[in-house]
């Protein structure tokens, strides 16, 4: 199982540019999300799924879109770079379970995103 | 809202000793579980170890314990043993159960393990 894949681990852009950071599981899994990490603040929620074709917001969504075509990708889309959004970007997914809440989340490698 | 807070940003232990890295939460959720992760330096995300609201007894895997007072909204690791490969940084992690259960995790702003030889 390649489990939970990113691509690409690093990117410099200038400002202004789009890109589109890319994520892909291979384990059915129904949530996924998107984080981003800054030093001494965490992992922040920036968009997640709950299944393909619903998305929403989490609490630092400016800058960024996502959408989820299939269960196995959910792409999250820099709209018009920032040297702000410099930063860590981390894929999460985990399976759906409204009983049994121990279902880890798993990661991926993370994407370093430097915007200049 | 919810909430993770770690107050350790960093932390020194000596080879095989144990040593407890702090975690308070908040929630006016009933159900809800707690994660720890570990961030090595290479920064991939660990899952270590998971206790759920409804437990009755704390969490264990290994050499890592989960000391979870619900009463107190904490829920401390504690790494038993410590060994070199242990320095990381370490997350603490909320997510809401139930119904609730979106896959969206809260994360506290971490706390960086140094384990000394």
């Known amino acids: 199982n390649a489990g939970v894949t990113q691509t690409p681990k690093f990117q410099v852009l200038k400002t202004g540019q789009s890109m589109t950071l890319q994520c892909a599981q291979d384990?059915?899994?129904?949530?996924m999300s998107w984080y981003r990490q800054d030093p001494g603040m965490g992992l922040r929620l920036i968009h997640y799924?709950?299944?393909?074709?619903?998305?929403d917001q989490g609490e630092v969504p400016n800058g960024y879109n996502v959408s989820r075509s299939t269960t196995e990708d959910f792409p999250l889309r820099l709209l018009s770079a920032a040297p702000s959004q410099t930063s860590v970007y981390f894929c999460?997914?985990?399976?759906?379970?409204?009983?049994?809440?121990?279902?880890?989340?798993?990661f991926g490698q993370g994407t370093r995103l430097t915007v200049v | 809202a919810q909430k993770i807070t770690q107050t350790q940003p960093g932390m020194f232990v000596q080879e095989k000793e144990a040593v407890t890295l702090d975690c308070t939460y908040d929630t006016s959720d009933p159900s809800y579980g707690l994660f720890w992760y570990k961030q090595p330096s290479s920064g991939e995300m660990i899952f270590l170890i998971y206790?759920?609201?409804?437990?009755?007894q704390n969490a264990t895997e290994g050499r890592y314990s989960l000391n979870f007072q619900k009463a107190r909204k904490s829920a401390n690791l504690v790494i038993s043993a410590s060994q070199l490969g242990d320095s990381a940084m370490y997350f603490c992690?909320?997510?809401?159960?139930?119904?609730?259960?979106?896959?969206?995790?809260?994360f506290g702003q971490g706390t960086t393990l140094q384990v000394k030889p």
């Open positions: 206790q759920g609201s409804y437990d009755q």
């Open positions: 799924s709950v299944g393909a074709g619903i998305t």
């Open positions: 384990m059915n899994h129904e949530y």
């Open positions: 992690a909320m997510r809401e159960g139930g119904s609730g259960n979106t896959g969206k995790l809260i």
């Open positions: 999460a997914s985990s399976y759906a379970d409204t009983i049994l809440m121990n279902t880890e989340a798993f």
